[in-house]
């Protein structure tokens, strides 16, 4: 077992869960670290002093001992800024949830995640700042998708290259497939022209540049359902997050 090493990192709580009698272990995606589990001592006493820096949707500048394969500390907590959209909303709260918890399927733990860091903060505050969570969902779950060894062309027809076509989506060939081959796969997808647009669109949105988006939410059905068959069938990937996303869209009002 490594002993653990005193590090400075930035970080975003993910969860958190009780830990014996008045222990914590807090999860957090780190800058540097990936995703890192922490154990926090004493942190369900009344007045604990770090306890507004690891509630869960919050950002803060970190200060511990981090172990490579052995148990991780915090001792100190700067800069501490609460999503509070987030963390008020169970709605955001489940996106984020989710967002998270695949990003940790893809990277797995305790692996530097290089520039998705950034990607993945960003996620959440355009999240936080009321940009569709529906939305930037699919902006991740389709980036995220050759980190689990899937890469759908989604740029022209992967028969014949052409880019200014009517497209659809083919499972078995991997990505589009222009009109004039529709016919050598039965089981395409039969997408609507703008649906395949916005499959292309956020295959390509810098996140840093969105301001605003608006899509119908015929299109968004369209679209959850079509990354819900790529993640089922390609990817094997069913997440108790995106069960309980779709589970609530069916809650009573």
């Not at 779950?141 to 027809?157: K, S």
């Not at 997408?191 to 996140?207: A, E, I, K, P």
Request: proline content about 3%; overall charge positive.
């Amino acid at each position: 077992m490594s002993q653990a090493q005193p590090a400075e990192f930035a970080g975003i709580v993910f969860f958190r869960r009780n830990y014996r009698e008045r222990d914590l272990l807090v999860k957090i995606l780190t800058d540097r670290f990936g995703f890192k589990m922490f154990f926090i001592r004493g942190a369900r006493k009344r007045g604990f002093r770090l306890n507004a820096a690891i509630l869960p949707f919050v950002q803060a500048e970190y200060v511990g001992s981090v172990s490579e394969d052995g148990l991780s500390f915090i001792n100190a907590a700067k800069e501490v800024t609460q999503y509070r959209q987030i963390l008020n909303n169970i709605e955001l709260n489940a996106y984020v949830s989710y967002i998270f918890e695949l990003a940790n399927a893809a990277f797995g733990e305790a692996k530097p995640l290089g520039g998705w860091f950034k990607q993945l903060q960003q996620a959440v505050l355009l999240i936080d700042q009321g940009i569709d969570p529906a939305i930037i969902t699919n902006i991740i779950e389709i980036r995220l998708l050759t980190y689990f060894g899937v890469q759908p062309n989604l740029h022209d027809c992967v028969i014949c290259h052409r880019t200014d076509e009517i497209f659809d989506f083919s499972e078995s060939y991997g990505g589009l497939i222009c009109r004039r081959h529709w016919s050598v796969d039965p089981h395409r997808l039969q997408l609507d022209r703008r649906t395949v647009y916005f499959l292309q669109f956020f295959s390509q949105v810098d996140l840093f540049k969105i301001h605003s988006i608006k899509v119908s939410q015929t299109t968004k059905n369209h679209l959850r359902r079509t990354l819900n068959r790529i993640y089922d069938n390609q990817v094997g990937l069913k997440l108790k997050s995106r069960r309980f996303l779709e589970e609530m869209k069916i809650w009573p009002i």
